[in-house]
């Protein structure tokens, strides 16, 4: 209630403010004050009448009165008119939803991801799925293209994109087969993950040269595929340099979550995991992709029931190379507790080479900086200066110093009722406030490197941390 | 595996602050679910600074399941752990009467014994505990523990010998093998106890801080300041105080009846007592002191630790020396630098490592009055011309600083001074 006062009172100083009106609009609607975000929204449109994101608000206080009909033709009207508003398609594939309609919605749902990734949202989609909404091999709603999908807010719907392309997809069947979905196309590769250059060496050396030179390693008895593990603090970008990778082999990126192989009956996740490695055999060269990779590997001492242990007997089988056939399949785990990990995974054969995955280094965190800035109200922003205050800060904390020096600047424009553009000398000041997530994570991995470390696994970790043993 | 047992292996695999934020998500979805109350409560008495929530949350699960022995036993530990011995006592009690055959229960007694520091009763209770559940390794440990602190080595060795052919990964098992070595004096076997445990489990505390122990105990200076420690612990806190005073007027008696035979012999008395006072308020700091001189062992210090260990081992080889060449050549500023850096070393010592806000501040004030004083009266001897004597007003600040460092060794057996308030 205090934000809906100091936003009057700033709105007093300035009603025309567009900006103001939409968080005055927007703080209603959390209030549950609808009749007051009506008025908000509808003044918004009497001062800048096509302004979508109040359209796209009314259509949703409509659907919350419960004039869903009413609201669809206003989002249609939306779309039509602005086909690249991301947001609205995702309402509508809500509403379509509400409506039981879950090829229209997974059509609509598809569309707000592919112009803006950041939307995705895996409860909804299995909402959309458990509807009906499957992405479909031959017929029906047809798998939307992810080639001009970015990481980042700003990317584009190709309209002119030929979907018939994936109408035959035989993994898009198999796909439905397993009722389950994967990211299929890394949209990355080295050139869009700045700095970490260590990072990238090494993968040269352990993952691209030997499946580019498979031959020479052949020869000296070292082979291709098998199993990495990317271990690191959390939020370091682990995910990110493991699309990059598979984006540098150009093969096929499968990016299997938890929640995509968990499931409470006994032998389902196991049957699972097994259709998912079959899946990657055939359309070999894959990287098949397990994140949070501990929980599916975890120490077995540490379980203490035996469908848990089941599971990981599966996985260590399926990654043995001795029991199936695993050419031209990398598996990529990456963990942020590599020390939790069943000792089984690591050795031969499995996930028998370790990257250790640090915090981003300087031009690692200018990169993240410039894309943390970019279309925000910054002013004079130094990145390189930045990154250089910001050691062992991960991704996930350079955000939080956006976030925090972003709602300074808010609560400025606040009571001043003009933009208040976000400053170096703020965002220095929030560096202050907020403390690097990363020396938690390095508590704890000293500890396990100095005294759990008999392999030398974590070596890596105690040059990182500059220590000699 | 549903997103329960997920929480519960993080449970198992001590990622407690995943595990609670996975209990909370599966509470929002089946808020009676009394059995994940119970685990989140878990989950938090072993967490710093989450003891109160833990209460909160053990106290839902007794609200939906009152007749669970097993949630009046999770409940006796928490109210241990909050240092509410005689509640917890009364909760132990709560679940032996709804089930007198279960194991669990009886060892959450003798934990509550445990922190009443009443050895016998925790031995008594653990016997009872391992009668009905001789793989109970609550109860084996705290029976180890027990035996060692009331002094009884055999039984305790005994006892070491079978929790470890019972349990050899457990690595409280090798925590409490490594401190009956420590107690029998053989620092080196308590060295391979303790890093076998960390080896286990490498964020044990307990390992950690045993291993630390037995790095300071290969000097013998240090293990007797650790049999002192360990002839302390026998006792309850009153008992301790009352050992205490009774040492202070002993000493008191004995120097004015050695005034009255000979002034030397009792100065020489008096300056002895005050050795033994900075010997047992110095010894950790000097142990810290020697590890950081170890390239190997320095590197199991924290970092309040290697503060200690340089201000107080610092402190100590500088005053002595500058105590030494400002005597010996007449040099007043030296001489009285060294007497400052000694006198800093008790409240310096009490200062980093601490782990009471309150004690650190106290403490910390001191220390820096004392730096502060000796610097100022430093320079006010090299400033001022030689053979000048102290203005009246500096030798009463000198005198109350002098007198505060003093205190400290008195100060610091107040044991909310010295260990963190449990939240």
């Not at chain 1, 939306?78 to 309402?91: D, I, K, R, V």
């Not at chain 1, 690591?346 to 690692?364: M, N, Q, S, T, Y």
């Not at chain 2, 301790?240 to 040492?247: A, F, N, T, V, Y």
């Amino acid at each position: 209630m205090a934000d809906i006062e100091s936003l009057k009172q700033a709105l007093a100083v300035s009603p025309d403010n567009v900006p103001l009106l939409l968080m005055l609009g927007d703080a209603h609607m959390d209030a549950f004050s609808h009749e007051e975000a009506q008025t908000t929204f509808d003044q918004i449109l009497s001062i800048e009448p096509g302004n979508p994101m109040a359209r796209l608000q009314i259509a949703q206080l409509l659907d919350l009165k419960g004039r869903s009909s009413e609201a669809i033709l206003r989002l249609e009207q939306l779309n039509a008119e602005q086909p690249t508003f991301a947001s609205a398609w995702l309402l509508r594939a809500k509403l379509a939803l509400g409506e039981g309609d879950g090829k229209g919605a997974r059509e609509f749902y598809d569309r707000a991801i592919t112009l803006e990734a950041l939307l995705a949202s895996d409860e909804l989609l299995k909402r959309i799925r458990e509807a009906g909404g499957r992405r479909e091999s031959s017929s029906g709603s047809k798998p939307q293209p992810q080639r001009e999908a970015t990481n980042r807010a700003g990317a584009y719907y190709d309209p002119d994109f030929d979907d018939d392309e994936f109408d035959e997809d035989p993994f898009a069947a198999a796909e439905a087969e397993l009722e389950l979905e994967f990211d299929q196309r890394p949209n990355a590769d080295f050139t869009k993950v700045g700095g970490m250059e260590g990072v990238k060496e090494d993968i040269r050396m352990k993952i691209l040269y030997p499946m580019e030179n498979k031959e020479l390693f052949e020869a000296y008895g070292k082979k291709a595929g098998g199993g990495v593990l990317l271990y690191g603090p959390p939020g370091c970008g682990k995910t990110l340099i493991s699309r990059a990778t598979a984006g540098e082999i150009d093969a096929r990126f499968m990016s299997v979550g938890l929640h995509q192989i968990l499931d409470m009956w006994i032998g389902k996740s196991e049957e699972k995991l097994h259709e998912i490695f079959e899946l990657a055999r055939r359309q070999a060269p894959t990287v098949l992709f397990f994140d949070e990779v501990d929980a599916l590997a975890a120490d077995r001492k540490d379980m203490r029931t035996s469908a848990g242990r089941t599971l990981i007997n599966q996985f260590l089988s399926e990654m043995d190379s001795e029991s199936a056939e695993n050419d031209g399949v990398l598996v990529l785990g990456a963990t942020n507790a590599p020390w939790h990990l069943d000792s089984a995974f690591l050795r031969p054969g499995r996930f028998d080479r370790l990257i250790f995955v640090p915090p981003p280094d300087e031009p690692a965190r200018e990169e993240i900086v410039k894309i943390m800035a970019d279309g925000k109200p910054v002013f004079g922003l130094d990145p390189a200066a930045l990154a250089k205050r910001l050691k062992d800060f991960s991704g996930a904390d350079i955000k939080a110093i956006f976030d925090q020096a972003i709602e300074a600047a808010l609560s400025e424009a606040m009571k001043s009722g003009k933009i208040v553009p976000v400053t170096q000398k703020q965002l220095i000041k929030s560096a202050k406030q907020v403390k690097p997530s990363t020396r938690k994570w390095f508590e704890s991995a000293k500890n396990y490197a100095l005294y759990a470390n008999q392999s030398g696994f974590y070596d890596d970790v105690l040059e990182y941390l500059g220590i000699q043993k | 595996m549903s997103e329960l047992n997920h929480g519960i292996l993080l449970q198992d695999q001590g990622r407690l602050e995943e595990a609670e934020a996975i209990f909370y998500s599966v509470l929002a979805r089946e808020p009676e679910n009394d059995s994940v109350y119970s685990r989140l409560a878990l989950c938090q008495l072993n967490q710093s600074g989450k003891k109160q929530k833990a209460l909160e949350s053990i106290g839902e699960a007794i609200r939906f399941q009152p007749e669970a022995p097993f949630y009046h036993a999770v409940k006796s530990l928490i109210l241990s752990a909050l240092h509410k011995g005689k509640e917890a006592l009364e909760s132990a009690d709560t679940a032996i009467a709804l089930d007198p055959e279960d194991a669990f229960p009886l060892a959450a007694k003798a934990a509550a014994y445990c922190e009443l520091d009443q050895w016998a009763k925790v031995e008594e209770w653990c016997i009872k505990a391992l009668q009905i559940d001789s793989d109970n390794t609550m109860a084996a440990n705290l029976l180890t523990h027990s035996l060692r602190l009331q002094g009884k080595s055999d039984q305790n060795a005994i006892a070491v010998e079978q929790l470890l052919a019972a349990s050899p990964e457990d690595s409280f098992a090798h925590v409490n093998a490594g401190w009956s070595a420590l107690q029998r004096g053989d620092s080196r076997q308590a060295e391979t106890h303790f890093r076998e445990a960390l080896r286990l489990e490498p964020e044990s505390g307990s390992a950690r801080d045993g291993l630390i122990e037995s790095f300071r105990a290969r000097s013998w200076f240090y293990r007797i300041y650790l049999s002192y420690c360990f002839f302390m612990q026998r006792f309850t806190g009153g008992k301790q105080w009352g050992i205490i005073i009774g040492i202070y007027v002993a000493y008191q008696l004995m120097r004015r009846w050695l005034e009255t035979i000979n002034p030397m012999i009792a100065a020489v008395f008096v300056f002895l007592w005050l050795g033994l006072i900075l010997w047992v308020w110095l010894a950790p700091g000097i142990g810290n002191f020697l590890i950081l001189m170890d390239r190997s062992a320095r590197l199991a210090l924290r970092p309040g630790e290697r503060r200690q260990g340089l201000a107080v081992g610092g402190g100590l080889v500088f005053g002595i020396t500058a105590v030494a060449i400002g005597f010996g050549l007449s040099i007043d500023p030296l001489l009285t630098g060294g007497i400052g850096l000694i006198a800093s070393t008790v409240p310096a010592s009490l200062t980093f490592g601490n782990e009471s806000r309150k004690g650190r501040g106290i403490f910390g004030s001191v220390t820096v009055a004392v730096y502060a004083m000796t610097l100022f009266v430093v320079f006010k001897l090299w400033l001022d011309p030689p053979g000048s004597e102290l203005d009246q007003v500096t030798k009463t600040l000198s005198g109350f600083v002098l007198l505060a460092a003093l205190l400290c060794t008195w100060l610091g057996n107040v044991k909310s001074l010295r260990e963190a308030e449990v939240t």
